[in-house]
């Protein structure tokens, strides 16, 4: 049986659409990524409402983000984050109808795709984050999402 790296999780509610921002007041907020790259992706800090609703759902404290992502991401783990090995991802906007997140074999440009999946907007998701895996088709940019994950100072 195959490994599944991507699977709905049902205990988090749908966002309210009161605390889904624009696109446009998401691009104001600070970007909190590492990588500096903000035409290609950006991870921006979300309201107080949001962070606070989400908080809710959860009995140990949480960072929740806005991802922004302009082009297709290559074979990566997320190391800021593999502390945990996993992240909660809610898709706003998947940036095109045939795009796909994938896990690879290994980090190399080249590498093997082994699973992928095309989520569904509107859902949360549990992804592995401490696997190589990007995304591959992203045709309308942006792809909008936000991610909540343990807070690890």
């Known amino acids: 049986m195959q490994e599944e790296f991507i699977f709905e999780i049902d205990f988090l509610p749908t966002v309210p659409t009161e605390l889904i ?3 446009e007041n998401i691009e104001l907020r600070e970007n909190a990524s590492r990588l500096k790259i903000p035409e290609v992706y950006a991870s921006r800090y979300t309201s107080h409402e949001l962070h606070n609703w989400a ?3 959860f009995d140990y404290p949480i960072a929740i983000r806005w ?3 302009y082009i297709d991401l290559p074979p990566h783990i997320d190391f800021d984050y593999a502390k945990t090995g996993f992240k909660y991802i809610y898709y706003v906007d998947l940036g095109g109808k045939d795009v ?3 896990y690879y074999a290994s980090t190399e440009p080249d ?3 082994i699973y992928e999946k095309t989520p569904v907007v509107n859902t949360w998701y ?3 984050i401490d696997k190589p895996h990007g995304t591959i088709g992203l045709s309308v940019p942006p792809r909008v999402s ?3 994950k343990k807070f690890i100072p």
Do not use: A, D, G, V
Request: hydrophobic share 40%; aromatic share 10%; glycine share 0%.
């Open 67 to 69: 991802q922004i992502q």
């Open 21 to 23: 921002e624009s696109l």
């Open 126 to 128: 549990s992804i592995k």
């Open 111 to 113: 590498s093997k795709i």
């Open 146 to 148: 936000l991610f909540i």
């Open 55 to 57: 908080q809710s759902f």
């Open 100 to 102: 796909r997140t994938c």
